[in-house]
């Protein structure tokens, strides 16, 4: 399938199939994204105390620069949490522009695990765990989700964005020792486990009436790669330790067992049926695809190194949470059938998109003590390239290889030195979306990241994704980029008008 994906990439928009791709399926979620940490913070006039999450293992290293190592230092801009866009405060007048002006159907949201559980849940079950739960977050979640209700609005809800409590991970101490630290996450396979399901499961039961679209995890990898083996100016991750393999290959392991224990406890106690569908809840996971190609085509060594990249970023992952086959010592094959415990436990998969692979091959392995199938240049792939044919590949192979219905829960561009990028990426990306299920795949709905400029955590304010910009002032005022216009000319149209398709052509 690996090398079916990569033959996909010749195949240009215009000549994969005759007819022209037909409008949006009856159903299809026009959306945004955002996440709790990243939008939170910096409320106009909410006391900080309770914009602020700060009982979480992001806060805590965004607000110790002191206490962290000078080579991972350098990677942050340290923009304060005040410098955040306020949504806290704020959600009502930005559901309101994303109903009223973008004309959304769809919003992907997240609920922070320790703005709900400040204080550890450890042996506390049933009323105990209620009256340790925190009321005035609890509160505010509901009254963004009877917001977005009334504004015919479905969210989507994201149980894990990232962040983890400071009493489960102490994210400092372990970047200043992972070998001696006591909270340790996501190394703390079993307590982790149980006590991510005990969360799940309650916010399952206090707001399954209101929600029905649940996601586990966002970008799994994305904690695994730059907490434990790379963190670097891309991405870091807390504890932001480097080279630590054994750690990464167990909390790898760990987050794909995770999910289905995760996956269990929102099936056990979301009973209610918000929408009507006649399902109660639909559980996936949210995954960053990012297909290959070799750096050379004609070089054997490029090519098996494109394989090798593509199985460990994307299939080794995926193949554990959808169909129950885990490869622990992550040597290319499963370790043997499908386990009861993990297959048959996600409704859909959420695919993150926003770049394609290039990849050098190597002869030996570039770090085998995590791999022996690491056969290639960790520092020489390129990334980042805009490239609209990746999404309809990630799709494709995920339709092709697991059958599960698609949402595009993230694709998006920094708009900081040119925000008429943002209104390019929309279309052209939203196109080879569009192109996909004409081609056959289920994809049921397309969330921009994101709605407001958020802050993007080690990057902070520097990088501009938003649908509207946020200003640097006392108000944090929301102005609409040009992607605003052209986002609702397609939500009223449910299809990409053609004169749309022509100012931001694919190719």
């Avoid at 970008?219 to 083996?229: M, N, R, S, T, Y």
């Avoid at 102005?479 to 022509?502: C, E, F, L, N």
């Amino acid at each position: 399938m690996r090398t079916t994906l990569l033959a996909l990439s010749a195949c240009g928009v215009l000549s994969c199939g005759p007819a022209a791709p037909k409008p949006f399926p009856d159903g299809f979620l026009f959306g945004a994204s955002i996440a709790g940490f990243q939008v939170d913070m910096g409320c106009p006039t909410m006391p900080a105390a309770q914009c602020e999450d700060r009982a979480n293992d992001w806060y805590q290293l965004i607000t110790s620069r002191a206490q962290v190592n000078p080579a991972v230092a350098a990677h942050f801009t340290w923009d304060p949490p005040s410098s955040g866009p306020g949504h806290w405060e704020l959600f009502e007048q930005d559901y309101t522009r994303a109903k009223d002006e973008l004309g959304l159907s769809g919003m992907r949201v997240s609920i922070e695990w320790s703005r709900i559980f400040p204080s550890a849940t450890d042996n506390l079950e049933g009323a105990q765990l209620a009256a340790v739960a925190n009321a005035d977050a609890i509160a505010r979640y509901h009254a963004m989700f009877a917001s977005l209700k009334a504004k015919g609005i479905k969210p989507l809800v994201t149980l894990n964005h990232y962040t983890l409590p400071l009493w489960i991970h102490d994210g400092m101490a372990c970047h200043q020792n992972l070998a001696t630290c006591t909270n340790r996450g996501w190394l703390d396979k079993a307590r982790l486990h149980k006590e991510i399901a005990k969360f799940s499961g309650f916010v399952a039961k206090e707001f399954g009436a209101e929600v029905d679209l649940w996601a586990t995890l966002n970008e799994p990898f994305a904690v695994v790669i730059p907490g434990f083996l790379q963190p670097g100016k891309d991405r870091v991750n807390p504890p932001a330790v480097s080279l630590r393999f054994e750690e990464a290959r167990q909390v790898a392991i760990a987050m794909i067992e995770g999910h289905a224990r995760m996956y269990d406890a929102v099936k056990a106690n979301d009973t209610a049926d918000a929408d009507g569908n006649g399902k109660a809840s639909e559980i996936g996971i949210v995954y960053p695809i990012a297909p290959t190609r070799p750096k050379d085509p004609q070089r054997a060594l490029d090519k098996k190194g494109a394989d090798n990249v593509f199985y460990l970023y994307n299939q080794l992952f995926l193949d554990g949470v959808l169909k129950g086959l885990m490869d622990e010592n992550i040597d290319g094959k499963a370790d043997g059938p499908p386990r009861d415990d993990l297959v048959d436990r996600c409704d859909w998969l959420g695919i993150n998109y926003y770049s394609r692979a290039t990849v050098v091959g190597t002869e030996a392995a570039s770090f085998p003590q995590f791999s022996p199938i690491s056969t290639f240049d960790p520092f020489s792939l390129e990334l980042w390239e805009d490239a609209p044919q990746g999404i309809y590949d990630a799709i494709t192979w995920a339709k092709t290889r697991y059958g599960k219905p698609i949402y595009i829960t993230e694709t998006g561009t920094d708009g900081a030195p040119d925000s008429e990028r943002i209104a390019s990426w929309l279309v052209r990306y939203l196109t080879m979306t569009q192109k996909a299920i004409h081609d056959g795949a289920d994809v049921r709905g397309f969330f921009y990241w994101s709605l407001i400029d958020n802050y993007e955590w080690n990057h902070g304010m520097a990088m501009r994704f938003g649908l509207y910009a946020v200003a640097n002032d006392a108000q944090k005022t929301r102005t609409a980029r040009s992607a605003v216009g052209i986002y609702r000319q397609i939500t009223k149209a449910v299809d990409i008008p053609a004169a749309v398709k022509q100012q931001y052509p694919v190719q």
